[in-house]
Structure formats: C-alpha cells, structure tokens
C-alpha cells in the first residue's frame, strides 16, 4: 500500500464508532449560527431581529475573498445577533434562531434521496453554485471550496485527489458516509472535475476502512473510470495534503507552497458529497456528521447534526456523563481543540466530540530532553522538533525560520512520541505563528 515517506507513527485506531450508521439528531429549541466558521473574513448578516427566515436560506454573506456564505440550518424567528462563546470561549458574533413546528425549506431544494447523476452545469456555474450554497473543506481548515476550484493566473490542475483518509484516532464520520453514499461522493468528485478541467482523479483511503474501498471502488469500476481508489498505509499523519500528494503521486509540495503549486487540488470525501448536494440538489450546507465517541461511555455515535447546535444539548439528548475534569475534544486526539466551553455550538467543520477521562486527559509530567530522536523520526516533514522547543524557548526567531518552524503541519506526532513529556506541539504551533506573521510582514520580493 502507498505512503508517505518521512516520519509518522501508528497510535491506536480507537475506531469505537466504526459500525454505528449515521443517525439523524433531533432539533432543539433553538440553533447559534457562527458567522466566523470558516478560514477568511467572518460572514455579514443580511437578517434582523424577529425576521422569520425558513431552513437553507441564506442569512450572512461572504464579506470577503476568502469567506463564505452562510444560511440558516432551520425554520424559525431570529432571536438575535449578538456575541456567543465559542469553543475555546472567545466571543465570536452568532445568529440565535428560535426553531418553530414549521420546518420548511426555500424554494428549489430537492429533498427526495433519489441519486442524481447528470450534471447540467458548466464550470463556471459549478463554482457561482459552490459559492452560493457555503461550501467549505470539511477536512478541518474549512477554506472555501469555489476559492480552491478557481487556480489563481499562471496555476493549473492537473490531478483532483478525494482524501478518504480519516487518520485521526476516534474519528468515523468520513468512513460512515464513504460506506453509505458512495455514489453521491463520486458525483461530487466528477463535477469538481468538470469545475477544474482536469481528466483524473484519485481517492486514497487507508487500508483499514476495506469497506469504504470496497463500496466506493465497487461503484467507480463500473460507472466512473477516470476517478481512482487507492489504499493507503494505515499511518498518522496519512490525511495531511503534502503527505497525501506524495503517497498518490510521487509529488513533494515545497516550502511555504500549496498543493496548486505541483499541479494538485485536495478535498475531503465530506466536502465531496456536499459539493454534489449543492450542485445536484441546490442544497446550502447546513448540517455535518459528528462521532461522538471516547471510552468513557459505551454511546459510540455517528450524528448528522443541523449547524449551530449546542454541544451541550447533543450531550443532554444522548445521556453522556461527565466527570468533573472530563475533557471534551472537537475533533480527534491529535489535532483537536479542548472544548472550553459547552454551550458553544457545532459549525460546517465539527467532525467530532471526543470524550476523554481525566485519566486520560491528564498530562505527564515534563522532564529534561534525552536527545532521543524519536520526534525527529516521527515528524513526517523532516523538521527536527527537539531544536525547534529548544530555540522557541530562547525566542531565537531567525534560527526558527531557518529550521523551517513555518513547515510544521501540527500533527503532534512529535509530542505523541516523546518519552520526555515535553509539549513540543504547543511550543513550536506558538512559534510557527509568530514566524509566519513576520514573513507575511516582509515586502514581497
């Protein structure tokens, strides 16, 4: 099987979710739509208090190159915009939406499951209805899908891959939707095609989901032979782009550059199906699939959730216990954020509600370095970790942007490793920010 070839480690799968199809959540009282949910400028409202607004409608526009459209996950009456905590408990402008007993969609939704293969759009309509219906990468950097489908002059694309990876522990909402709509993913892929002019693509999915690679496979063999399935190595981090586009392709992304820099566009299997919903469908995005999972409790769940939804009303419903230094994660293990506060609510990119034990969660203690080298075996971008802490602890920032602290992708895989119990992750993400801020400072040769 295909992979990578520096670094990377193999933690524990914890798939615990992986038979549990997906399951419709209830709506709740009422919905908090973020209007900063996406990577770019926060979205502006277009509704006032006490407006009834009916569920897709669109209720804040993209204010910005990079933004996105955002539309109302239900039928109901405004509440209000106003300021609301967050996930890590900053105050970030929402729109409260009071859900009625008439739940309506707008005009032109096509709400019947039936499969609908023909594209009728050309590609620029593909793009203008990407943009129109929200569409972001799902994967997590929720960057606006019709952004990456438009190269900027002098980029082309040559190859689209559907990364089918899902490499985080605990995680199973891209494996549950590649096992039950496998077809509605392959449209998706084909009219990101269509939108991109390029004649191939490619998904990779890790070995261990055989029957997401036997479902979709199954389905392109017959009906779509320009899109490829490709097993990969089971191996964290497989679902990160550079690593993905030299396991598919042989192809090594450079420095500080893109994937469109080597002539490849990534999405995620998720954003892939959204994409067909939106193109096929005219439907907004407005709901995702969550796993709730952690071994503190036997509820393993893979949700389709409105967007909005307080996580605390998603752990009321399901009768999740808590711990008084339980920790909640927002998507997996490795790459996830500690929920700081529960009332926030899920937005277009929640992929997870991960539960962990205070045993679990609770850090060991740190101690000196013993120049082992194992996080500089696991780093799977050659950095060396050890001498980035080291130097972030001395602030010595032009030795930082000399060994390439700007090339960390923040998988963990060097803290995960480390016998030391030293943060390597937190010290060097702290680093790389205030190094790309300096560069992004400089005048552009």
Known sequence: MKTFSIGGIHPNDN??????????????????ISLSQHLGAPAEPIVSKGERVKCGQLIAKASGFISANIHSSVSGVV????????IIGNMVPHIT?????????????????????????????????????????????????HIKLSPPPGKK??????????????????????????????????????????????IGIEGNKRPAIEAIDGIASLKYPQIKVVPLKT????????????????????????????????????????VYEAVQKNRPLIEN?????????????????????????????LELPQEPLMKVISGGPMMGKAISRLEATTLKSTSAL???????SKRGEESNCIRCSKCVE???????????????????????????VQDCIECGSCSYVCPANIPLLDTIRLSKSKILKLLRSRPKK
Request: proline share 6%; hydrophobic share 40%; aromatic share 4%.
């Open 235 to 274: 191996r964290y981090p497989q679902g990160g782009e550079k690593q993905l586009i030299e396991a598919l392709l042989g192809r090594e992304v450079p420095s500080m550059a893109l994937p469109i820099d080597v002539g490849v566009v990534v999405q995620n299997v998720a954003t892939a199906l959204s």
């Open 97 to 145: 939406i009071d859900v009625d007993s008439r739940q309506e969609w707008i005009d032109g939704v096509i709400e019947s499951n039936e499969i609908l293969r023909e594209i009728h759009l050309n590609p620029k309509e593909i793009i203008e209805r990407i943009a129109e219906m929200g569409i972001v990468g799902l994967g997590g950097a929720s960057f606006p899908t």
């Open 354 to 360: 991960l539960f962990l034990t205070a045993k679990e």
């Open 15 to 32: 798939k615990l979710a992986a038979n549990s199809p997906i399951e419709q959540f209830p709506l709740g009282e009422s919905v908090s």
């Open 79 to 86: 509440k209000s915009i106003a300021p609301h905590p967050d």
């Open 289 to 317: 699939f969550i796993t709730v999972t952690g071994t503190s409790h036997s509820i393993q769940k893979n949700l389709k959730v409105r967007v909005g939804t307080k996580i605390d009303s998603i752990i009321e419903k």
């Open 157 to 202: 694309a040559h190859f689209l891959i559907i990364n089918g990876a899902e490499c985080e522990p605990y995680i199973t909402s891209d494996y549950r939707i590649m096992v039950e709509h496998p077809e509605e993913i392959l449209i998706g892929a084909k009219i990101m095609m269509r939108a991109l002019g390029v004649p191939k693509c490619i």
């Open 378 to 404: 696991a780093c799977p971008m050659g950095l060396e970790p050890y001498l980035l802490n080291k130097l972030a602890r001395a602030n010595r920032d032009e030795d930082l942007e000399e060994n390439m």
